[in-house]
């Protein structure tokens, strides 16, 4: 594997931090220049000085809102001009807003369905050129979450979101099955990371604060409660990740507990078919 991707270039929205920097440590790791971007620059300028120094590896590190089409934009070309194109792309970024759905704002709608949603089309469109421009293998990956695949209360907004990552994904990976770039969804669990913190710090001040209401993560690990093995670090979570882009499958679940109630779901949904087809 590593003698496969050595030299080719990974792109990671989100590397600051959490998941998107143990993908971009991953990269590095097998001798892939890593271009970190994140909101927080010095969080990415971290990551990247980091990696360069421990794998010798050519690295760059950009401030991205990827909120802003403007900023994705720039992001894509400075990718370009410092390190030559993009072989993988992890539009990653992702923000975080609990609350009972009748109490979730305009702006919180506004804030999260922006970033999670409209910042990964943006960031898909405007690096999607640069892949095209390279040949052989190329991945995008997608972070959505298993909680698309599980939903708990409390989440509706965040769930939403990823519910149209996934959706999207699929129709990325048939519309670019032609050219030979692969899609891969990542549905990752909980992990130990800053996420609700630094969601919270990116959120603009002209859609006002991010507001936290203990009770909604207490409704929502009532109705969904953590078991053995469903938080984990973020490396681990994904281990397998490297290995499923080679081999090109559409989806990567990274950890937890999430089968029975997936399985409670699939049934209902074969049961709707059966009726349908009985009818």
């Known amino acids: 594997m590593t003698a496969e991707l050595a030299g080719k270039i990974a792109v990671i929205t989100g590397a600051g931090s959490g998941l998107g920097a143990a993908m971009a440590r991953a990269f590095a790791r097998t001798g892939m220049a890593v271009a970190a971007?994140?909101?927080?620059?010095?969080?990415?300028?971290?990551?990247?000085?980091?990696?360069?120094?421990?794998?010798?590896?050519?690295?760059?590190?950009?401030?991205?809102?990827?909120?802003?089409?403007?900023?994705?934009?720039?992001?894509?070309?400075?990718?370009?001009?410092?390190?030559?194109?993009?072989?993988?792309?992890?539009?990653?970024?992702g923000v975080q807003q609990f609350g009972a759905i009748d109490r979730l704002t305009?702006?919180?709608?506004?804030?999260?369905?922006?970033?999670?949603?409209?910042?990964?089309?943006?960031?898909?469109?405007?690096?999607?050129?640069?892949?095209?421009?390279?040949?052989?293998?190329?991945?995008?990956?997608l972070t959505a979450s298993t909680s698309v695949?599980?939903?708990?209360?409390?989440?509706?907004?965040?769930?939403?979101?990823?519910?149209?990552?996934?959706?999207?994904?699929?129709?990325?990976?048939?519309?670019?099955?032609?050219?030979?770039?692969?899609?891969?969804?990542?549905?990752?669990?909980?992990?130990?990371?800053?996420?609700?913190?630094?969601?919270?710090?990116?959120?603009?001040?002209?859609?006002?604060?991010?507001?936290?209401?203990?009770?909604?993560?207490?409704?929502m690990l009532a109705h969904r409660p953590v078991a053995d093995g469903d938080v984990v670090s973020p490396e681990h979570a994904i281990r397998n990740l490297l290995a499923a882009l080679m081999d090109d499958v559409p989806y990567v679940v990274t950890h937890g507990s999430v089968r029975p109630v997936y399985e409670q779901r699939r049934d209902a949904m074969a049961a709707a078919l059966a009726r349908m087809e009985a009818s």
Request: glycine share 10%.
């Open 37 to 93: 971007l994140d909101i927080d620059e010095p969080s990415a300028q971290k990551t990247a000085s980091q990696l360069a120094g421990e794998f010798d590896v050519p690295t760059t590190a950009l401030r991205v809102d990827v909120g802003d089409p403007g900023s994705v934009a720039g992001a894509a070309r400075h990718v370009q001009s410092t390190l030559g194109g993009c072989d993988v792309l992890c539009a990653n970024v």
């Open 149 to 219: 695949l599980v939903p708990a209360v409390r989440m509706g907004a965040y769930q939403t979101s990823k519910f149209a990552v996934m959706g999207f994904g699929e129709t990325l990976r048939e519309e670019l099955a032609g050219e030979r770039i692969g899609v891969t969804l990542l549905f990752p669990g909980g992990m130990a990371t800053r996420h609700l913190q630094s969601s919270a710090d990116a959120r603009p001040a002209q859609l006002g604060e991010s507001v936290r209401r203990p009770e909604d993560l207490a409704a």
């Open 106 to 141: 305009e702006q919180d709608w506004q804030w999260v369905l922006g970033v999670n949603v409209l910042g990964m089309v943006r960031t898909v469109r405007e690096f999607l050129p640069l892949l095209r421009a390279r040949s052989g293998w190329r991945r995008i990956v």
